[in-house]
């Protein structure tokens, strides 16, 4: 495919602390088209995360338009009508620690919180959960696969090249929110673009630009301090 050459004013001017900092999940997105040319530069710098001997362990399907339509469709069907999940993967262990269980609940409640929704509300909260099945209203979903032979390095390899990716859209103008959610029903998801089984599916990430006045892209979650999870040794 041929892509339109970016210009320098394509890119926001940032450093890698700010773009670090600035990045964040956003969960509402303007009904405005991202160009080709962005999610080509978007790869063509993430490609060069590194992997275990450079393995290069990703695939990544390019997802918009009437495809993307098709299965905002289905996924959020499979939710709404209670399809079994399955994954192809555990994303969480069966049991969490105390200190991920408390970070994980903080997080929960401050992000139905913003928009008012109370513990108790299981119903908007299923509604508001369920957004994610048609990527937020992001124009873009990158799907990222792997290959089901993989072991758990690739995973961190893979890991490190969505980060990139997220980064890359942070330093075009681009928002992002990464979604294991994307990947709960992963058949259908490779039945309509055509991946094979033994493709395993990570995650989606929605790709957009941030609809700055929707009141859920107000919340920000927070960060232990350095010294909570680092120990310095001479
Ligand atoms: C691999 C991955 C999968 C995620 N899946 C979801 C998801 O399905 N839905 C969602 O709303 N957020 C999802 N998140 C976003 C996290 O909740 C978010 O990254 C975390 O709360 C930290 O907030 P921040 O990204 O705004 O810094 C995911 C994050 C990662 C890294």
């Known amino acids: 495919m041929d892509f339109v050459k970016l210009k320098e004013t394509d890119y926001n001017t940032m450093n890698i602390n700010e773009?670090?900092?600035?990045?964040?999940?956003?969960?509402?997105?303007l009904d405005k088209k991202v160009d080709d040319s962005l999610i080509f530069e978007i790869l063509n710098c993430a490609r060069y995360t590194p992997s275990g001997t450079n393995t290069q362990p990703w695939e990544v399907a390019v997802v918009r338009g009437h495809t993307k339509s098709l299965l905002d469709e289905q996924l959020t069907h499979a939710f709404k009508s209670n399809t079994p999940q399955h994954p192809d993967y555990n994303y969480y262990p069966k049991e969490f620690n105390a200190d991920f269980k408390r970070r994980r609940i903080e997080c929960g409640l401050a992000l139905y919180s913003t928009l008012g929704i109370t513990r108790e509300n299981k119903e908007l909260r299923l509604k508001q959960w369920a957004q994610n099945y048609t990527a937020f209203g992001a124009p873009v979903v990158l799907y990222i696969f792997t290959d089901k032979l993989i072991d758990k390095g690739s995973f961190m390899d893979c890991g490190m090249f969505i980060q990139s990716i997220m980064l890359m859209a942070e330093h075009l103008g681009l928002a992002s929110c990464p979604q294991a959610a994307l990947a709960e029903y992963p058949d259908i998801v490779r039945k309509q673009l055509n991946y094979p089984q033994d493709k395993l599916l990570l995650c989606g990430i929605a790709i957009g630009y941030e609809d700055t006045d929707a009141i859920i892209n107000n919340y920000r979650t927070s960060r232990e301090d350095v010294n909570t999870f680092t120990r310095f040794f001479d």
Not at 19 to 29: P, T
Request: proline share 0%.
């Open 19 to 29: 773009a670090l900092l600035k990045r964040k999940s956003v969960r509402a997105f």
